[in-house]
């Protein structure tokens, strides 16, 4: 692909999305490449979200990650219970 039949994006309004020039301005070869471009930024997009959900859903890596705020939390979490406890079992 040469110079003169490679594209430019625009975008609109500064968010990123690509806006095609006006009908009829391009030619059959600008269109082509215009849809290879596309596809191939779709498939590296599509490749991008399946490695963050990859990473996001993870288990173990999150618990590793985490480790600190989750061990806050259980310590939290059961002297709330045991608070509860104690004062049910004052009342009786």
């Not at 471009?37 to 985490?66: C, F, M, N, P, Y």
């Amino acid at each position: 692909m040469d110079a003169s039949t490679a594209t430019t994006t625009t975008p609109a309004s500064g968010n990123g999305r690509y806006v095609p020039p006006p009908p009829g301005t391009r030619s059959a070869a600008q269109i082509r490449a215009d849809v290879v471009k596309q596809r191939t930024e779709l498939a590296r997009s599509v490749d991008v979200l399946r490695e963050r959900w990859s990473e996001a859903t993870d288990i173990k890596a999150q618990i590793g990650k985490h480790r600190t705020e989750l061990l806050v939390g259980a310590a939290v979490v059961g002297c709330i219970v045991g608070g509860v406890f104690a004062l049910r079992r004052r009342r009786r």
